[in-house]
């Protein structure tokens, strides 16, 4: 069974810097894709940060230039490094994987880390 365990999350002041990480583990597999989401209290989740296994990058138009997502393969970990971070950005940040075992490709997800900005 693939897990998914986040690490990071916190409270900080708008302006400041937060650093995620969320690290893959449970067996015997490869990782494809991998992605931050995020939900705010009343709001759809969405797309924050999505890196492919080649570590090509697409990010949400309203954190590029302040959000960088990558990944170290070799730990079977994402990261994604919040910079510039405003109280529109407060959320749980939850981790997506999409993991090849054998010839399937499953989706997986974390249990989430709150973000919390404040003015």
């Known amino acids: 069974q693939v897990q998914l365990v986040e690490s990071g999350g916190g409270l900080v002041q708008a302006g400041g810097s937060l650093r995620l990480s969320c690290a893959a583990s449970?067996?015997?597999?490869?990782?494809?894709?991998m992605g931050w989401y995020r939900q705010a209290p009343g709001k759809q989740r969405e797309l924050v940060a999505r890196i492919t296994s080649g570590g090509s990058a697409n990010y949400a138009d309203s954190v590029k230039g302040r959000f960088t997502i990558s990944r170290d393969n070799a730990k079977n970990t994402v990261y994604l490094q919040m910079n510039s971070l405003k109280p529109e950005d407060t959320a749980v940040y939850s981790c997506?994987?999409?993991?090849?075992?054998?010839?399937?490709?499953?989706?997986?997800w974390g249990q989430g880390t709150q973000v919390t900005v404040s003015s």
């Open positions: 449970g067996g015997i597999f490869r990782l494809d894709a």
């Open positions: 997506n994987a999409e993991v090849l075992l054998g010839v399937n490709l499953y989706e997986y």
